[in-house]
C-alpha cells in the first residue's frame, strides 16, 4: 500500500529564514507531487505540482519554490520566509495519467511565520 | 474566478438527521466530481466521488447527487454523527492537455454535528 510523509509537522521560523519541508510517498512509482497551502479558514491553494524529477509546475507567483531531486521525493523551500507564508502546508500525490484523479494527502506541515 | 463554488461556509445539524453538504462548478469540461473530508490539523481524505456521466453515486451513509443540467452537486450524509464534523472539500477532476488530471477545489463547508 501507499504512504505519503511530511516532516515537520509543526515549524516555528523567524521572518527572513529560510525553509525546507519535505514529502516522500512510498509503495507507488512516478506518481504526480501536490504542494498546497492552506492559509487560516481558507480553502486549498495549489502552489506547485510535478509529473516527473525535475519538472515542476508553479501555480502562483510567491516567495516559496518546490524541487523534486527523486521519484518520489518533493522538497517545499523558500530563501526568506515572510509573515504570510505562514499556513499548514499540504503534500500530495496522485497516479500518473488517467482515472478519477483522485489525490492523497500527507498529513501536512504547521508553519509560523515570527 | 471561483469554477468550484461551496457557498455555504459552514452547517449545523443534529445528530441522526440529514447532512447537505452544496457546490456548484462552472466549467462543463469537468467529468468527475470528488468529496474530502478534513480534520483540523490532518490531511484531507477521499470521501466519494461521482463520474460526471452519473447522477447518483452511494457509499454506506454517503451519498453524492449530480445535476449535471444545473451544474450542481450535492453531498447527503445520513444519519449524521458526530464524528462527521470535520470540513468538507468539493473538488472537481479535469484531464489537462498533457494528459494529467487536475483537482479544481471549492473553499470547503465546514459541518458541525451536534449530539
Known amino acids: 500500500s501507499q504512504t505519503i510523509h511530511q516532516w515537520p509537522a509543526t515549524l516555528v521560523q523567524p521572518v527572513g529564514s529560510p525553509l525546507s519541508l519535505e514529502c516522500t510517498v512510498e509503495?507507488?512509482?512516478?506518481?504526480?507531487l501536490y504542494w498546497y497551502r492552506q492559509a487560516a479558514g481558507r480553502g486549498l491553494q495549489l502552489l506547485f505540482y510535478?509529473?516527473?524529477?525535475?519538472?515542476i509546475s508553479s501555480e502562483v507567483p510567491q516567495n516559496l519554490s518546490a524541487s523534486r531531486p527523486q521519484d518520489r521525493q518533493f522538497i517545499l523551500s523558500s530563501k526568506k520566509l515572510l509573515l504570510s507564508d505562514s499556513g499548514f502546508y499540504l503534500c500530495?500525490?496522485?497516479?500518473?495519467?488517467?482515472?478519477?484523479?483522485?489525490?492523497?494527502f500527507g498529513p501536512g506541515t504547521r508553519l509560523t511565520v515570527l | 474566478d471561483q469554477q468550484v463554488k461551496q457557498n455555504s461556509p459552514s452547517l449545523s445539524v443534529q445528530e441522526g438527521r440529514i447532512s447537505i453538504l452544496n457546490c456548484d462548478y462552472t466549467?462543463?469540461?469537468?467529468?468527475?466530481f470528488l468529496w474530502y473530508k478534513k480534520y483540523p490539523a490532518e490531511g484531507p481524505t477521499f470521501l466519494i466521488s461521482?463520474?460526471?456521466i452519473k447522477d447518483k453515486n452511494e457509499d454506506g451513509r454517503f451519498t453524492v447527487f449530480l445535476n449535471k443540467s444545473a451544474k450542481h452537486l450535492s453531498l447527503h450524509i445520513v444519519p449524521s454523527q458526530p464524528g462527521d464534523s470535520a470540513v468538507y472539500f468539493c473538488?472537481?477532476?479535469?484531464?489537462?492537455?498533457?494528459?494529467?488530471?487536475?483537482?479544481?477545489w471549492g473553499l470547503g463547508t465546514s459541518l458541525a454535528v451536534n449530539p
Open positions: 500530495a500525490w496522485s497516479f500518473r495519467g488517467g482515472g478519477v484523479g483522485e489525490q492523497f
Open positions: 466549467n462543463s469540461m469537468f467529468d468527475y
Open positions: 510535478s509529473v516527473g524529477i525535475g519538472q
Open positions: 461521482i463520474s460526471s
Open positions: 509503495g507507488t512509482s512516478n506518481p504526480n
Open positions: 473538488a472537481a477532476s479535469l484531464l489537462n492537455a498533457g494528459n494529467n488530471r487536475k483537482l479544481i
